[in-house]
């Protein structure tokens, strides 16, 4: 019995060149549905902008992971370029630490955090979609979308502060970072609040709970983890 093999015509992949490369740095600087373009939307109407890219277009926008890993790194290399010092997501200062400073070893934790901050704000942002799942329980969105919101809000934190931190460097006025970063808490509160229903305004309460609460879980299992660290060494 003969067997028949049917073969298709295999399409032809392109190899991988300037012009590809080219291609691919213009489609994500695009300002029409680019990074630029993700960056403002979700700058200005964090919400809507992202129950659009979850519910009806997301050809426009950068995807989440994507756009969160980027302004990281963006973030990264023009801080180490200008040799600004700025410590975020770390537990250097935080206050529970120097009661145990003989028993963890936060050391080898704030390196880590420092060298990887995209993947640390997918930490957060993990804490912060679980507590935010539980507020908002009711509104239907499951963990994985929360997340998505998250990730799009971190982005815009990371290239928000790079701006201040930018200004504090011309102008030496550490003020302007300070009132950067007061303004990127309100911020926060109130792109989840609005993602969730902008005219409820028992929604940016529970925006800023929620904020709250994922900052200090973020906090205290880094703790954790640099016990077990000291612990097992």
């Known amino acids: ?15 991988i060149d300037a012009h590809y490369i080219s291609h691919e740095i213009q489609h994500l600087l695009h ?5 630029p373009f993700t960056f403002k939307e979700v700058l200005i109407r964090p919400g809507k902008a992202v129950r659009e890219y979850l519910r009806e277009n997301r050809e426009k926008y950068v995807k989440p992971i994507v756009f969160l890993v980027f302004a990281a790194v963006l973030y990264t290399f023009i801080i180490h370029l ?6 975020i997501f770390n537990i250097k200062g935080f206050e529970e630490t120097k009661q145990w400073e003989n028993n963890i070893n936060t050391e080898a934790i704030n390196s880590w ?3 990887h901050l995209a993947y640390s704000a997918l930490i957060i942002g993990f804490f912060m979609a679980l507590w ?14 929360i997340f998505v919101l998250l990730s799009y809000i971190f982005g815009v934190f990371f290239i928000s502060l790079l701006f201040f931190l930018l200004l504090t460097k011309l102008t030496g006025l550490l003020m302007i970072t300070q009132i950067g970063v007061f303004l990127l808490q309100i911020y926060f509160v109130c792109a989840i609040g609005q993602f969730f229903g902008e005219k409820v305004f028992l929604n940016y309460v529970k925006s800023l709970i929620c904020l709250f609460l994922g900052v200090v879980t973020y906090k205290y299992t880094l703790i954790l ?5 000291h612990l097992f060494k």
């Open 82 to 87: 200008l040799h600004i010092d700025v410590l």
């Open 31 to 35: 300002f029409d549905k680019g990074f």
């Open 225 to 229: 983890l640099a016990y077990l660290i």
């Open 132 to 145: 935010t799942k539980i507020f908002f329980y009711k509104k239907g969105y499951n963990l994985f979308e």
């Open 1 to 15: 019995m003969n067997e028949e093999h049917s073969s298709e015509p295999q399409k032809e992949i392109k190899r």
């Open 113 to 115: 955090i420092d060298s």
